[in-house]
């Protein structure tokens, strides 16, 4: 059996480990942007939304 970080060259350039976390990260960052930038445009009809299901559960 081979020891962790005893690769050889070739076999060190090959390894792809980390891309998926990297990518997955990527990923994260891109999906966070696209919320925070849609929040402002949406914060409004949420609120009316959640204020109907208040009042509706108040007024019964």
Do not use: C, H, W
């Not at 409004?44 to 019964?60: H, W, Y």
């Amino acid at each position: 059996m081979r020891e962790a970080g005893r690769e050889t060259p070739k076999q060190f350039f090959q390894l792809d480990d980390g891309s998926t976390a990297i990518e997955y990260a990527l990923i994260a960052s891109v999906t966070a942007v696209v919320i925070l930038t849609g929040l402002p445009t949406v914060a409004p009809t949420l609120n009316g939304f959640f204020s109907a299901i208040v009042d509706g559960l108040t007024t019964r």
